[in-house]
C-alpha cells in the first residue's frame, strides 16, 4: 500500500513539476509577445542629440526563427545572400537613412587641352567639401557633365535596457529599445528595426 501511495505521490510532483514549467513558458512567451505587440504599434521615434545630429529610437521585436522566415521574407532573402541560415540568427539590426545636400558654391571657368580633337576647352568646374560630402565634377561646352560625390557617415549604434517604473523606484526591464546615431549632418535616418531571435 505505501509502494504505491509512494508511486502515486512522484507521479502527482512530476506531473506538478511539469504543469508549472509549462505555465513558466507560457507566461516568458505572452510577455514577448506583448513586447512585441507594443514595439509593432510604436513608430520610429526621430529625434535630434544635443549636439544636433540625427537619432532614432526603436524597440525590440523577439522573434522566432519561424515567426522570421513567415513574416520578414526580404530580410530572410538578404540574410541568406550572405551565406547565413535563418536558424542561426541572433540578432538583426535594418538601418536606412537619406542624405539630402544643397550645394551653394562657385563655379570657375578651366582651360584644358583636349587631345582628341587637338584643341583648347573651357570646362565649368566645381568643387565642395565640407568633411562629410564631397562633391566635384566639370561640365564642357557641349554641356556633357562629369563629377564625382561621395558621402560619409558614421553610426553609432546602441541597445540598452528601460526598467520598469514606480514612482521614483526602478526595477527588472520593461523593454529593450536600440538607439541609432547618425554622425553626418546632412543624413536623416528614415527607418530602423531591431529583431532578436528566441527559442521557442
Do not use: M, N, T
Given at each position: 500500500m505505501k509502494k504505491y501511495l509512494l508511486i502515486t505521490i512522484m507521479v502527482l510532483?512530476?506531473?506538478?513539476?511539469?504543469?508549472?514549467?509549462?505555465?513558466?513558458q507560457l507566461k516568458t512567451d505572452n510577455e514577448r509577445l506583448q513586447g512585441n505587440q507594443s514595439a509593432l504599434m510604436a513608430d520610429v521615434e526621430l529625434y535630434k542629440t544635443e549636439a544636433g545630429e540625427n537619432a532614432a529610437k526603436v524597440q525590440r521585436l523577439q522573434l522566432t526563427a519561424s515567426e522570421f522566415e513567415n513574416q520578414c521574407a526580404n530580410l530572410k532573402a538578404?540574410?541568406?545572400?550572405?551565406?547565413?541560415?535563418a536558424s542561426r540568427l541572433q540578432t538583426l539590426i535594418n538601418t536606412s537613412s537619406h542624405t539630402t545636400l544643397r550645394i551653394d558654391t562657385i563655379v570657375k571657368d578651366s582651360v584644358v587641352y583636349l587631345p582628341q580633337l587637338a584643341r583648347l576647352d573651357t570646362l565649368k568646374c566645381f568643387e565642395y567639401n565640407d568633411g562629410w560630402i564631397r562633391a566635384h565634377g566639370c561640365i564642357d561646352s557641349s554641356n556633357?557633365?562629369?563629377?564625382?560625390?561621395?558621402?560619409?557617415?558614421?553610426?553609432?549604434?546602441?541597445?540598452?535596457?528601460?526598467?520598469?517604473?514606480?514612482?521614483?523606484?526602478?526595477?527588472?526591464c520593461k523593454r529593450v529599445e536600440l538607439d541609432i546615431k547618425s554622425s553626418n549632418p546632412h543624413s536623416s535616418i528614415t527607418h530602423a528595426k531591431y529583431l532578436e531571435f528566441t527559442k521557442k
Open positions: 510532483l512530476a506531473v506538478a513539476g511539469g504543469a508549472i514549467y509549462r505555465c513558466q538578404e540574410v541568406e545572400q550572405l551565406g547565413i541560415k556633357h557633365f562629369e563629377g564625382e560625390f561621395e558621402s560619409r557617415d558614421s553610426l553609432l549604434i546602441v541597445a540598452h535596457r528601460v526598467p520598469k517604473r514606480f514612482l521614483f523606484f526602478r526595477w527588472g
